[in-house]
């Protein structure tokens, strides 16, 4: 296990990468950034950050290596059941009785579990071929494994517990087929209204405006300057009374109203 390391460690880092590769880490948050770089330390086999620093500056390609593992990420199908009961009872609900198309961006989809769960929840209200939606996420595997809906079995408990929690009157079983032995895959179709695409949620624009926006557990890992420029992109990317759906843990009221906390 690597040792931890040092604030002017994960600044020097964050500096190179910047400078080397144009991939701005100088935001995160420091605990949960120094905690996932000595993570990636011990996956590739470094023995201390300065081989792996050196790795990264004298390799291009392994930058994205690098990417993969900071951004790996943990989700599920239907997290929070109850959202998911309020988004469709109260939001999307209303957005059906309206009749008009429906834009929706995943910021930060990781490995698919949300646009899914989406996609059921779509299937629930027959209003799928109204919405058009993108799902962006800086991990390439994590892009990959959302497109090809394939999971392992050993989620299958989590996923369909907190399926019933979201509607115990259907099965989840109804939505996924055996994919070998150890796999299941999700039915393609429910994401056939979505368009996955490698981003950086930081640097790149938005890839237009929507009415709905998920971003959950995401904000988690950005410091308080990151999360109020997330929140002026995300005002501007919403469309007049369009929504933002946060993670339970974004924790965003110290940066909504800051005289609260001085």
């Given at each position: 296990m690597s040792e931890d390391l040092s604030l002017e460690e994960l600044e020097a880092l964050n500096n190179a990468i910047l400078a080397r590769h144009g991939i701005d880490f100088t935001h995160y948050e420091p605990k949960s950034f120094s905690r996932r770089v000595s993570r990636a330390i011990d996956f590739f086999g470094f023995n201390n950050l300065m081989?792996?620093?050196?790795?990264?500056?004298?390799?291009?390609?392994?930058?994205?290596?690098?990417?993969d593992?900071?951004?790996?990420?943990?989700?599920?199908?239907?997290?929070?059941?109850?959202?998911?009961?309020?988004?469709k009872n109260d939001l999307l609900m209303t957005m059906k009785q309206d009749?008009?198309?429906?834009?929706?961006?995943?910021a930060g989809?990781?490995?698919?579990?949300?646009?899914y769960s989406l996609g059921i929840v779509l299937d629930d209200l027959k209003i799928q071929d109204r919405v058009k939606a993108f799902a962006t996420d800086l991990n390439r595997d994590s892009i990959d494994q959302a497109?090809?809906?394939?999971?392992?079995?050993?989620t299958l408990r989590q996923n369909t517990q907190q399926f019933l929690e979201y509607n115990p009157?259907?099965?989840?079983?109804?939505?996924?087929?055996?994919?070998?032995?150890?796999?299941?895959?999700?039915?393609?179709?429910?994401?056939?209204?979505?368009?996955?695409?490698?981003?950086?949620?930081?640097?790149d624009d938005a890839p237009g405006e929507f009415d709905i926006i998920f971003c959950r557990n995401v904000l988690i890992y950005f410091d308080t300057t990151l999360k109020e420029k997330m929140l002026d992109k995300f005002y501007n990317a919403l469309k007049p009374g369009g929504f933002l759906v946060i993670g339970y843990f974004d924790a965003l009221l110290p940066v909504i109203d800051k005289e609260m906390w001085e």
């Open positions: 081989e792996m620093w050196t790795k990264l500056l004298a390799d291009r390609s392994f930058v994205f290596d690098f990417i593992q900071i951004t790996v990420g943990m989700t599920s199908m239907f997290r929070d059941p109850q959202m998911w009961k309020v988004r009749g008009e198309p429906i834009d929706i961006w995943h989809c990781s490995t698919g579990e949300e646009t497109k090809s809906g394939i999971y392992d079995n050993l009157f259907k099965k989840l079983e109804n939505y996924y087929k055996p994919h070998g032995t150890k796999q299941f895959q999700m039915d393609l179709k429910l994401t056939k209204h979505c368009t996955y695409e490698v981003a950086n949620l930081i640097s």
